[in-house]
């Protein structure tokens, strides 16, 4: 008999030992769901390779209305961990969460925020705005409630994934900074955001921009003579260069508000559209919430920075 015979027998007796015990280890997949395509994003930067991340609003979704398809529960179902934004972003689903509470971990990632760092959509009724990942300060909370979430769940992962949450946390540190010298370049005077979202209210506390909503104008006839007298007054007046609009909004009341400013002599250009309640396609840069964020930092400077 081979003199190393009995090393190779207790090496592959050790082996397959060891193999065994971590088979349903290694059969078993980390798998989470998350709502909206920015909580995936932030997940996927933690988690690597260890886990699989499926986001169930794509580009373009409203979040605010979303209902769960069938495959959706089944998703929810089958997943370890569920990550959504909470302050009622997701309105349409708060039942299901509560159910699905029950029996497994169902988090929202807002929860890491101070809740005195919240701005108020409806004061009246002590609704937050749940616009939290326009200010990038505020979504790092975000990145610590789930980084807590996960290294508690996963002890077995917690240095790979609190080494690369740190590494996240950095990159949107320096997002934080650079949208603040951006924004800082446009003249003060002409630092106001007219938008047809509701959603850039942290955006405009944490970057110092004023803020000008055009929601709810769907028709003309919504949008009265006064609204835009008092508009154009305030674009000519504060030399406002672009108003940042959708497709939703009534084309011929953008016309009369671009009309209005032409005979005050003042020109105005629509800036474009940001990207507000969901990312761009996961091919394209703006797929990501970094790329995102940068995409509509560039288009507000660019826009208002002539
Ligand atoms: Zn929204």
């Not at 909004?249 to 250009?269: D, F, L, M, T, W």
Request: proline share 3%; charged share 25%.
């Amino acid at each position: 008999m081979n003199k190393r015979a009995p090393f190779f027998a207790v090496f592959l007796i050790s082996y397959l030992l060891f193999s065994c015990q971590n088979l349903p280890k290694e059969k078993h997949h980390i798998t989470i769901v998350t709502t909206t395509g920015h909580i995936a994003d932030m997940v996927r930067n933690i988690v690597g390779n260890k886990a699989k991340v499926y986001a169930l609003m794509g580009p373009g979704v409203d979040p605010h209305l979303y209902k769960a398809s069938l495959s959706d529960l089944k998703l929810m179902s089958d997943a370890d961990i569920i990550f959504y934004n909470g302050l009622h972003l997701e309105g349409k689903m708060s039942e299901i969460f509560q159910k699905l509470k029950r029996t497994k971990k169902v988090v929202a990632v807002s929860e890491g925020i101070p809740k005195h760092l919240l701005l108020m959509a409806d004061s009246s009724h002590g609704i937050p705005d749940p616009h939290i990942w326009f200010d990038v300060s505020m979504w790092r909370y975000c990145l610590k409630e789930s980084e807590k979430t996960l290294v508690k769940e996963y002890p077995e992962h917690a240095f790979f994934f609190k080494s690369n949450a740190a590494a996240y946390d950095k990159e949107l540190r320096l997002l934080d900074e650079q949208a603040m010298r951006d924004i800082e370049s446009i003249p003060a005077k002409q630092r106001v955001l007219v938008t047809a979202h509701d959603a850039f209210g942290y955006f405009g506390k944490r970057y110092h921009m004023e803020v000008i909503g055009l929601q709810g104008i769907s028709t003309l006839s919504e949008y009265g003579l006064s609204e835009i007298t008092s508009l154009t007054k305030t674009l000519v007046v504060r030399n406002i260069q672009a108003i940042f609009v959708e497709t939703s909004i009534s084309e011929k009341a953008i016309n009369s508000v671009i009309e209005g400013c032409k005979r005050k002599g003042h020109k105005i250009h629509i800036g474009g559209s940001l990207y507000s309640d969901a990312l761009g396609a996961p091919n394209m840069n703006e797929g990501t919430y970094i790329g995102m964020f940068k995409a509509n930092v560039k288009l507000i400077k660019q826009g208002l920075n002539k």
